[in-house]
């Protein structure tokens, strides 16, 4: 049974360009989260998808957009990157209103 | 706004010594709690969480945690450490809605096991 899986592992991006990280669901998940965690701090909400629509969001801006396809995958997209989005960005799976989260290993961003 | 405070950033044990980790919430109602694990370079490993009832709560690992409402805690305890435990730590608060779900983090203890 796989897990929840992300990619790239690692990114390197210049200040000004856009980048696209892609997660797949748990087996049976439905649900996905977005946190992005910067060095020496705790994971930050994002966003959530359900049935392909953004059903909660953080306090990040619309740079930080996503999207849910039909397979229940799901894409982060950040625009316009700035040297501050350099983290660590985790997605999250669960099924329905389960309240239980299992994170894929992140995507590691680095803006230079 | 649900929030969570982990006052230690480091703390450091002997192998087979005992290990509490400290974790403060706030929240508004009845709190869903989280502690997990994260190893370096790898994503978050949930060890156990709260939701209702007794509020003694075990987890993977030999771990346990006990959640106190007068004192708006949720503690992290362990009797023997291992040096395999070596990590960081996240306690987390849930806030859920039928609009959805979210978890707020603590910033994290990073523990360190001395051999």
């Known amino acids: 049974d796989a897990g929840v899986t992300q990619s790239p592992t690692h990114l390197i991006k210049t200040r000004g360009q856009q980048v696209t990280l892609r997660c797949s669901p748990k087996?049976?998940?439905?649900?996905v989260s977005w946190y992005q965690q910067a060095l020496g701090q705790g994971p930050q909400f994002i966003f959530q998808?359900?049935?392909?629509?953004?059903?909660q969001r953080g306090n990040f801006p619309d740079r930080f957009s996503g999207h849910q396809f039909p397979n229940y995958s799901s894409e982060l997209n950040v625009n316009a990157l700035l040297l501050g989005d350099s983290a660590l960005y985790l997605c999250?799976?669960?099924?329905?209103?389960?309240?239980?989260?299992?994170f894929g290993p992140g995507t590691r961003l680095t803006v230079t | 706004a649900q929030s969570v405070t982990q006052p230690d950033i480091h703390i450091t044990v002997s192998e087979g010594a005992s290990l509490e980790l400290r974790c403060n919430y706030s929240y508004g109602a009845t709190p869903y709690l989280f502690w997990y694990v994260q190893s370096p370079g790898q994503g978050l490993q949930l060890l156990l969480k709260y939701f209702s009832g007794d509020t003694l709560v075990q987890g993977i690992k030999g771990f346990e945690a006990e959640f106190k409402r007068s004192q708006s805690s949720f503690n992290l305890r362990k009797p023997s450490v291992h040096w395999s435990d070596a990590a960081e730590y996240f306690c987390?608060?849930?806030?859920?809605?039928?609009?959805?779900?979210?978890?707020?983090f603590g910033t994290g203890t990073q523990l360190k096991v001395e051999l």
């Open positions: 998808y359900y049935e392909e629509e953004e059903r």
């Open positions: 987390a608060v849930g806030h859920f809605t039928g609009g959805g779900n979210k978890l707020t």
């Open positions: 087996s049976g998940h439905d649900t």
């Open positions: 999250a799976s669960s099924f329905g209103t389960d309240r239980e989260e299992y």
